[in-house]
């Protein structure tokens, strides 16, 4: 991985557990709680629902290991958030995203990475930092996040994998 991540992406307070039946109900209380902390706009759950209904997001892991979960990356416009972090959410239960590279294909999602980025200039960046940290952790250490049952240990995890 090329350099040390900037210590500031990731906040203990802005990494979540959630239970919910589906996308529009994690994505609606997630954004409640970015609302709250004041990381995102009003308007952050509208556009974050439709652009994940026009730019899909999910992420196959099998490619990497059959054993993972796949992940979902969400995001929108950074003119929709007050600031520049990656949002864990472990979820308690698989719910449906469509795939990243072939969208007519379902994927039962366990993990989100939402990124929240108001620097234009910086998505794709942020996007491949945590691609690289997906492909490159041991799977030791990708075990570990994706059965974590609390944010404090998702959260030391990422810090601690994100700084390699």
């Given at each position: 991985?090329?350099?040390?991540?900037?210590?500031?992406?990731?906040?203990?307070?802005?990494?979540?557990?959630?239970?919910?039946?589906?996308?529009?109900?994690?994505?609606?209380?997630?954004?409640?709680?970015?609302?709250?902390?004041n990381?995102v706009?009003?308007?952050?759950?509208?556009?974050?629902?439709?652009?994940?209904?026009?730019?899909?997001t999910?992420?196959?892991?099998?490619?990497?290991?059959?054993?993972y979960?796949?992940?979902?990356?969400p995001?929108?416009?950074?003119?929709?958030?007050?600031?520049?972090?990656?949002?864990?959410?472990?979820?308690e239960?698989?719910?449906e995203?469509?795939?990243?590279?072939?969208?007519?294909?379902?994927?039962?999602?366990?993990?989100?990475?939402?990124?929240?980025?108001?620097?234009?200039?910086?998505?794709?960046?942020?996007?491949?930092?945590?691609?690289?940290?997906?492909?490159?952790?041991?799977?030791?250490?990708?075990e570990?996040?994706?059965?974590?049952?609390?944010?404090?240990?998702?959260?030391?995890?990422?810090?601690?994998?994100f700084?390699?």
């Open positions: 991985m090329a350099e040390v991540l900037e210590n500031d992406l990731f906040d203990s307070k802005l990494v979540f557990v959630e239970d919910g039946d589906d996308q529009d109900t994690i994505f609606k209380q997630v954004s409640d709680q970015l609302l709250a902390a990381a706009k009003p308007d952050f759950y509208q556009h974050l629902s439709e652009r994940e209904k026009a730019y899909p999910g992420i196959d892991m099998s490619v990497v290991n059959h054993e979960p796949n992940v979902a990356i995001h929108t416009e950074g003119e929709f958030v007050n600031v520049r972090k990656v949002v864990p959410i472990r979820l239960k698989p719910i995203f469509a795939n990243m590279i072939a969208p007519d294909q379902k994927l039962q999602v366990s993990f989100l990475f939402m990124i929240l980025n108001n620097d234009p200039e910086g998505q794709a960046n942020v996007l491949a930092q945590i691609m690289d940290f997906l492909t490159t952790s041991s799977a030791e250490t990708l570990k996040l994706f059965k974590a049952e609390d944010p404090a240990t998702i959260y030391n995890i990422l810090v601690a994998g700084k390699k």
